[in-house]
C-alpha cells in the first residue's frame, strides 16, 4: 500500500513548484476573462478559492441569458438576476446583454427587464443589449426614456418601441442603433449623434409615417420592413444607404398605378403619398439624395420608390455625375440625364 501510494504522489502533474499560474494574474485581468462567460458561470467561480469568491462581483460585463442556460421558468430567471445585481458592485459596465426566451407567463418573463435596463445604464454600459421573445406577446418599451452620458451601442430584438423610447437627444454619444424584429409605435426616431442605424424585418405601425432624424447618420439599413416607408430628414453625412422593401410594404397602389395618382381614397399607398408629396415631403428624397452608394431592393409597385427615383433624377443639377445606384426587381425606367 505504501509503495502504491508513493507511486500516486510520483504520478501528479509537475505543476512548477505548485505555483498557481491563472491565481497570480491581477485581478482586473481575471475580471476581464469572467467578463466573457455567461453571468451564472461567473458567479459559480466563487467555489474554486478564497480569492475568487468575490472576482465576479465587479465584473464590468453582465450575461443574464435564458437561451443557452437552463432555468425553471421566468421567476428562476428573474431571481437570479436581481440577486446579482444587488450582490454585485457598483463597477462600471462596457456591456449588459438581456436574453430572455419564454413561452406562456410573459407578465413574469418582462417584469424586471425595464429595470435591468435602468440598472445598466446607471452603471455607465457602454453597450446594451436586450432579446426578448414571447411566443404571446413583445416586451414594450414605450414609456421608457434612456438618459445615459456614456451608452454608444443599443441592440433591440423582438420588442415593441416607441413614444419617449426613440427620441436619444438624452443619449449624445451614442453611435449604433440596431433594432430586429421591432415593432416600432412611432412618430419619430431621434438622435443627433447616431453614426449607424440598422433595422431589419421591422414594422412600422404609427398613425401617419415615422420620421428619421439623425443628420449625423453614415450608415443606414432598412431591410425587409413592413407597414408605410418611414421619412428620412437631410443626412449630409450619408455615405451608404440599403433598403430592401418588405412585400406587404403599405406603400403599394392596390390599382396598379406606379407613381400614386390613381385618385382612389380608398387605396392606402397613393392616398398617404400623394399627403406627403403636396406637403413638399418626399420621404426617401431629402435623407438619400447626398448618399455616395445607394442600393435599393424591392417589387414593382411601391409608389415611394418610383417617384423618389423620378424627382431624384430631376432634382440633379445638369452636368452632375450620378452615384452608384444599385436596384432591383424594379420596373423599367428610362431617364434621360
Not at 21 to 31: E, R, T, Y
Not at 76 to 104: K, P, Q, V
Not at 141 to 162: I, K, P, Y
Amino acid at each position: 500500500m505504501a509503495e502504491r501510494s508513493e507511486d500516486a504522489g510520483d504520478s501528479k502533474p509537475d505543476l512548477a513548484g505548485g505555483e498557481d499560474h491563472i491565481g497570480a494574474l491581477p485581478d482586473v485581468l481575471l475580471q476581464q476573462v469572467l467578463s466573457l462567460l455567461p453571468s451564472r458561470e461567473a458567479v459559480r467561480t466563487c467555489v474554486l478559492a478564497a480569492r475568487w469568491r468575490t472576482l465576479w462581483r465587479s465584473v464590468p460585463s453582465i450575461h443574464i441569458n435564458s437561451a443557452g442556460e437552463i432555468y425553471r421558468n421566468p421567476l428562476a430567471l428573474s431571481m437570479f438576476a436581481n440577486y446579482l445585481l444587488l450582490l454585485r458592485d457598483r463597477t462600471a459596465l462596457h456591456e449588459c446583454e438581456i436574453n430572455s426566451y419564454y413561452g406562456g407567463d410573459s407578465e413574469e418573463a418582462f417584469r424586471y427587464i425595464e429595470l435591468w435596463m435602468r440598472y445598466a445604464v446607471s452603471c455607465e454600459a457602454r453597450v446594451l443589449r436586450v432579446h426578448v421573445k414571447n411566443e404571446l406577446k413583445n416586451l414594450c418599451l414605450s414609456n421608457m426614456s434612456l438618459l445615459t452620458q456614456h451608452l454608444a451601442r443599443l441592440e433591440l430584438c423582438s420588442v415593441e418601441v416607441g413614444g419617449r423610447f426613440l427620441d436619444f437627444s438624452g443619449c449624445p454619444v451614442l453611435k449604433v442603433l440596431k433594432m430586429e424584429h421591432c415593432t416600432i409605435n412611432a412618430g419619430r426616431i431621434s438622435s443627433q449623434s447616431l453614426s449607424h442605424l440598422i433595422i431589419c424585418y421591422g414594422s412600422f405601425m404609427s398613425n401617419g409615417r415615422t420620421r428619421i432624424s439623425a443628420p449625423s447618420l453614415v450608415t443606414l439599413e432598412l431591410d425587409e420592413f413592413m407597414g408605410y416607408t418611414p421619412l428620412l430628414e437631410p443626412m449630409p453625412s450619408l455615405i451608404r444607404a440599403f433598403l430592401r422593401f418588405a412585400e406587404n410594404c403599405r406603400d403599394r397602389c392596390d390599382n396598379g398605378n406606379y407613381f400614386g395618382d390613381c385618385g382612389s381614397q380608398l387605396c392606402g399607398g397613393c392616398y398617404y403619398s400623394n399627403y406627403y408629396y403636396d406637403n413638399d415631403d418626399c420621404m426617401l428624397l431629402q435623407g438619400l439624395s447626398g448618399t455616395k452608394n445607394l442600393e435599393l431592393i424591392s417589387q414593382s409597385q411601391l409608389v415611394c420608390l418610383n417617384l423618389f427615383l423620378l424627382l431624384y433624377c430631376c432634382s440633379l443639377p445638369s452636368g452632375t455625375p450620378v452615384l452608384q445606384i444599385s436596384l432591383w426587381l424594379l420596373p423599367v425606367l428610362t431617364l434621360n440625364f
